[in-house]
C-alpha cells in the first residue's frame, strides 16, 4: 500500500509530533561557539542533532509518522528507500514499533551504511544503479507487499516530526535571530521554519544548499519544482534531485532565503567543527556553517543558530577531508626536491626539517620520475607545521641546505 501524507501540516501538528517523542528520542543539546563568535562578530550556537538517536534528525519524523499508521498497516510493514539517515531513522523507528520494515538501497551503497541499517533489524534490498532506480522498485514492492511506503521529506507527518527542532531551538534561545539549516529535499527546514516562524514570525530562517545540488533553491528562483543538478557532491545527506510539493510549498511560505555552498568550503567546515568543537559531522550537517564561512551570511551582532542535522560521516571521506583542510591552513605543506643520488643527502633535508619544528608526516621516494636527472633522486616530504608563518620559516632553512625544492600546493 503507497499512502503519502499530501495535506500540508499544521503548528498543532509539530506540537503533538513533540508530545508523541517525548521521551523517546534524544532531545538534543545546543552547543555555543565563542571562537565563530569573535571571528565573525555574532554569537553562534550549534543544535547537535548528530548526537541524536541513529546519528541524524531523522527519527524524529520517522517515529511520529509511524505512530499515524493503522493498525492493519503497522501489521503489513513499512518500506523506505534511502542510502542514508533516512534508512537509519525509519529502520529504528520500526524497531521500536516492532513492525516489519524493509529498506531498498542503491547498489553502490557503502557497506558501513547497510550494516547500520542491519543492525536496527531491518532487512536490506539492494536495487538499482541511483536512488531515482531504487525509488521506483521500492514503490513497486510497496504495491506488491502491501507495505506503506515511508517517505523522505515530503510529507506531513514527517515534517512535523522535523519540526520539533524548531521547537527546542525556540525554548532554549527564544531570543534567537536567525536559524540556518541544510537543505536536501526540504523536510527539515519546513518543520522548523514553521514552528520557529509561529512563535517568532520575525526570526529568520535560512536554507543552505550544495552548489551542486541546488534544486530547492532553483525551484524557489523559478516557483516551481524544477531538478537542478550540476555535479557530484560530498554532502549526499543533501544530494536530493528536487523538493517535494509540500516542503516547496512550505518553503516558499516560511523560509527566507536558500543559499549555496561549495564543497570544499563544507569541507572546511566540517574539520572546522571537529577542530575546534569536537563535533564530528557529516558534510551535509557542516552545511550551514560552511555559508557563514563562505561569507554568504552576515551575523554580526546578531544571535545565529546552525542546525547540525547529522553526524554519520564516511570515515575514509573525512581522513581525506582533513588532509585537505590541513593543506588549505598550511599546517601541511609537500615539498618536492631533485637531491644527488649520495649519501648523505636525505639525511641533511631531514635534519633541516627537524631543526625548523617541521615534522615529516610522510615521504615518499620515486627513482622512476622522467624528469629527474640521471644521479639524482626524486622525493616529496608531506610536513605538518604550526601554520604559513611556520611554513615560511621551514623553506629559508631548507634553502640553507642548497638544494632547490618546490612547494606543491
Request: charged share 25%.
Amino acid at each position: 500500500m503507497v499512502i503519502e501524507s499530501s495535506q500540508l501540516p499544521a503548528f498543532e501538528d509539530i506540537l503533538e509530533a513533540a508530545k508523541f517523542l517525548k521521551g523517546k528520542i534524544n532531545r538534543s543539546p545546543v552547543d555555543s561557539s565563542e571562537t565563530m563568535g569573535k571571528t565573525f562578530g555574532g554569537s553562534v550556537f550549534y543544535k547537535l542533532e548528530n548526537l541524536q538517536k541513529t546519528g541524524s534528525f531523522k527519527i524524529r519524523g520517522a517515529l511520529f509518522k509511524i505512530s499515524k499508521l493503522t493498525a492493519e498497516e503497522k501489521k503489513a510493514g513499512v518500506i523506505a528507500v534511502s542510502a542514508g539517515n533516512h534508512a537509519q531513522g525509519v529502520a529504528l523507528a520500526s524497531k521500536i514499533s516492532k513492525i516489519n520494515c524493509k529498506i531498498v538501497m542503491p547498489k553502490f551503497t557503502t557497506p558501513a551504511k547497510i550494516n547500520a541499517v542491519e543492525r536496527y533489524g531491518a532487512q536490506i534490498d539492494l536495487f538499482g544503479s541511483d536512488y531515482a532506480e531504487a525509488r521506483d522498485h521500492a514503490l513497486k514492492v510497496a504495491v506488491d507487499e502491501n507495505r506503506t511506503f515511508i517517505e523522505g521529506f515530503n510529507d506531513r507527518w514527517i515534517i512535523a516530526g522535523q519540526g520539533t527542532i524548531g521547537l527546542e531551538i525556540m525554548e532554549d534561545l527564544p531570543d534567537a535571530d536567525m536559524i540556518v539549516v541544510p537543505v536536501g529535499g526540504g523536510g527539515l527546514i519546513s518543520g522548523i521554519a514553521m514552528a520557529a516562524k509561529t512563535i517568532n514570525p520575525n526570526i529568520r530562517v535560512i536554507g543552505v544548499q550544495s552548489e551542486k545540488f541546488d534544486s530547492v533553491r532553483a525551484s524557489v528562483d523559478s516557483g516551481s519544482i524544477v531538478e537542478h543538478v550540476t555535479g557530484q557532491t560530498i554532502a549526499d545527506g543533501i544530494a536530493i534531485r528536487r523538493p517535494g510539493d509540500i516542503t516547496l510549498s512550505m518553503i516558499q511560505k516560511y523560509v527566507d532565503h536558500v543559499i549555496t555552498v561549495s564543497d570544499e568550503t563544507i569541507a572546511l567546515a566540517l574539520y572546522h567543527l571537529l577542530e575546534h568543537n569536537k563535533i564530528l559531522v557529516e558534510p551535509a550537517g557542516a552545511a550551514g556553517l560552511a555559508a557563514i564561512l563562505e561569507g554568504k551570511l552576515d551575523i554580526s551582532g546578531k544571535k545565529t543558530v546552525i542546525v547540525i542535522s547529522g553526524g554519520n560521516t564516511n570515515l575514509l571521506l573525512l581522513s581525506k577531508i582533513i588532509y585537505k583542510s590541513l593543506e588549505h591552513e598550511s599546517k601541511l605543506v609537500r615539498i618536492g626536491f631533485k637531491i644527488p643520488d649520495k649519501p648523505g643527502t636525505l639525511y641533511r633535508i631531514a635534519m633541516a626539517i627537524s631543526e625548523a619544528g617541521g615534522n615529516i608526516y610522510h615521504a615518499e621516494v620515486d627513482n622512476l620520475d622522467e624528469t629527474t636527472p640521471i644521479g639524482f633522486q626524486s622525493i616529496m616530504f608531506t610536513v605538518n607545521v604550526r601554520g604559513s608563518k611556520h611554513a615560511a620559516a621551514l623553506f629559508e632553512k631548507l634553502k640553507e641546505v642548497g638544494y632547490d625544492f618546490e612547494v606543491f600546493t
